[in-house]
Structure formats: structure tokens, C-alpha cells
Nanobody
Framework: QVQLVESGGGLVRPGGSLRLSCAASGITGSITTMGWYRQAPGKQRELVADITSGDTTRYGDSAKGRFAISRDNAKNTVYLQMNSLKPEDTAVYYC???????????????????WGQGTQVTVSS
């Protein structure tokens, strides 16, 4: 069974930094895209950043220029370095992993999304 364990959240002052980690285990198949989403109270979940197996990255507008996503394929782990944090970055941050499994019979290939339990990031003075 696929499990995602997130760590690194916490309380930080405005302008500070945090580094989130998400380690995936129980993987059967191939991990393609790994990413981070966030959800603030009363708001929809939004993309922060994601990274493909070919290291192509994509950032949400709020993360551009301040956050950096990376991955360690040997450890099945994705990281999010967050710098210059602002109070509006306060949210629960969720890790998402996309796994592709192949089969000898139909449907031959299936993609599945997995989510972590979330880690709270609070930016406040």
C-alpha cells in the first residue's frame, strides 16, 4: 500500500524559510509526477509546485521566485524549499504523487494519484 509521509511544516516568521519533505513507500509501478498543493481555510486546494520524472518543474503563481521543488528518485522523496515566506502562505500543504502501473492485459496502463495527510505551515510574527 502506498504511503506518503510529509514532514518539515511548522511555525515561521515572515521572511523565514522552511523545507518540506515527502517520502513515498510501498510503491508498485513507476512514480511520474511528484508535487505539493496547499489549502488555506475557506479556500480551494491549489498547486504550489510539481516535478516530473524528467525534472520538468511547474510552479503556481504564488510560489514563483520564492519556492523550489526537487526530488530524489533513489529515495522516492520530493522536497519543497520555501523562502521569503509570507503570512498568506499559511496553509496545510499536501504532497501528491502520481504512479503509473502497466499490465499485460487491458487497460494495459493505469495512472493513480496518491495524497499525503498534510502538514501545517503557519507564517506569523
Amino acid at each position: 500500500q502506498v504511503q506518503l509521509v510529509e514532514s518539515g511544516g511548522g511555525l515561521v516568521r515572515p521572511g523565514g524559510s522552511l523545507r518540506l519533505s515527502c517520502a513515498a513507500s510501498g510503491i508498485t509501478g513507476s512514480i511520474t509526477t511528484m508535487g505539493w498543493y496547499r489549502q488555506a481555510p475557506g479556500k480551494q486546494r491549489e498547486l504550489v509546485a510539481d516535478i516530473t520524472s524528467g525534472d520538468t518543474t511547474r510552479y503556481g503563481d504564488s510560489a514563483k521566485g520564492r519556492f523550489a521543488i526537487s526530488r530524489d528518485n533513489a529515495k522516492n522523496t520530493v522536497y519543497l524549499q520555501m523562502n521569503s515566506l509570507k503570512p498568506e502562505d499559511t496553509a496545510v500543504y499536501y504532497c501528491k504523487v502520481i504512479i503509473v502501473r502497466t499490465y499485460l492485459v487491458y487497460p494495459y496502463q493505469r495512472q493513480s494519484d496518491y495524497w499525503g495527510q498534510g502538514t501545517q505551515v503557519t507564517v506569523s510574527s
